[in-house]
Structure formats: C-alpha cells, structure tokens
C-alpha cells in the first residue's frame, strides 16, 4: 500500500542552524502538506502546498519558515534559523485532490531536537 | 478559530469493557476525521465521515458525525489491550479545503 515517507526520522540541531526536513508523498497525491505536534500538544497545521504553490499557512509558518517541491516526488520543509522551540515532531501528509472531505495521509514525522 | 475539544483527555479501562470518546466543538465541519497515533509514530487514519447524522463501523468501533456536524464520537465495543493508544479528531473546515484541526486527543489504556 502507497505511504509518505519522511526523512531523516531525528534531527539534532543547534540553535541558529538550518535544517531541511524530506518527505516524499504518496505518488499520485496532488496537494501536501506539514503539520508539527511539539511534545504533549496536539497536532497543528503549519502549511499547504499545491501546484507548487502554497495553499495556506498558519500563523507558526512565518519567514523562517519556507517549503520547496525540488523534484517530482520530494517535498520539504526548511527552517532558516532554528530556535529552541521548535523543537518537535514534524509530519507531511498528502492527499489525493486535496476536496473538502478527503482523507489525509501522514508519514511517520521527523523528530527535531534544536539544542 | 476553530477548535475541537476531546473528553476524556485519558481513559484507563479493563479488557471487555465499552467506551466512548466525544469530539466538540461550536464550529461547523466540512468533515470529521479520526486517527489513532502510536507514541513517535504519526497519525494513522481510521475513518472519516462527511455527513451529518453518519454512522461508520469499523468492527468493533463505532463513529457518529452529529447532525449539525459540530461533534463526533468514538464508541469502542469489548475493549482490548491492543486499542491502547492516542484517539485523536480532526475536522476539515467548512470554508477552507486545505488543512485539518487537530483535536486535543484522548489517549486509552486497556488493561488486560
């Protein structure tokens, strides 16, 4: 069965750095997406992407934040400069068409741990 | 905003025994996912429902999206040791295609 992808699965960093974080979507899933759920806190949204666009982003998602298709099949999320706390497991998912009502698929998230 | 409360937050219950799990909020959802989430893993998705009233059954667990699709709940029959986990809804928003709302989750321990 088709799944997301993500690497690497931790990510130690130190504070001011950047890190990229990968994901590769479900193949013929056309809109992408990352939320993150710092540790004891519910998953939140961070972005959507679709048609190399982004759809929408949260208020977290600000100008250190940025998120790039390079490829036909890799999806990523950059952090400019790292700050403790964000510090969190971080989630792409995909869907197929992206319509009100469809399912999300997660992958099996990033840990970032910003020292 | 949209918000979506779960209660309980933690639920320990004894093997065979009924629960159920509720999802509120005073928002109005295009669709109400459920997903159970093992510790360092993401979300998983169970199911979802997209009209108000709808009941799903998934063996032994029961989904109901409320009329007014503002609430949802999880109804889980002769619970066992391998439902444990972290019961978590998220309801797409009636305006906006794009992202989910993640309740605040309910995480269930089945004792054997």
């Known amino acids: 069965e088709p799944e997301v992808t993500q690497t690497p699965s931790h990510q130690v960093t130190q504070m001011g750095q950047e890190v990229i974080l990968r994901c590769v979507p479900i193949?013929?899933?056309?809109?992408f997406y990352w939320y993150r759920q710092i540790l004891g806190q519910k998953v939140e949204f961070l972005v959507s992407?679709?048609?190399?666009?982004?759809?929408?982003k949260s208020e977290i998602f600000d100008d250190q934040f940025s998120v790039e298709r390079p490829d036909g099949s890799n999806f990523t999320l950059k952090i400019r400069s790292t700050k403790l706390e964000d510090s969190a497991m971080y989630f792409c998912?995909?869907?197929?068409?992206?319509?009100?009502?469809?399912?999300?698929?997660f992958g099996p998230g990033t840990r970032l741990t910003v020292t | 905003t949209q918000l979506l409360e779960q209660s309980p937050q933690f639920l320990s219950i004894q093997e065979g025994e009924n629960l159920t799990v509720y999802c509120n909020s005073s928002s109005v959802f295009s669709s109400l996912q459920w997903y159970r989430q093992e510790p360092g893993e993401g979300p998983v998705l169970l199911v979802t429902?997209?009209?108000?009233?709808e009941v799903k059954k998934l063996k032994r667990l029961t989904f109901q999206f409320g009329d007014a699709r503002k609430d949802s709940s999880l109804h889980i029959t002769a619970a066992q040791p391998g439902d444990t986990g972290l019961y978590l809804c998220a309801g797409g928003s009636r305006y906006n295609t794009d992202k989910l709302i993640f309740g605040t989750g309910t995480r269930l321990q089945v004792f054997p």
């Open positions: 998912a995909s869907s197929e068409t992206g319509l009100a009502g469809e399912e999300q698929y």
């Open positions: 992407f679709y048609n190399n666009e982004i759809s929408e």
């Open positions: 429902v997209v009209t108000g009233g």
């Open positions: 193949s013929n899933h056309l809109y």
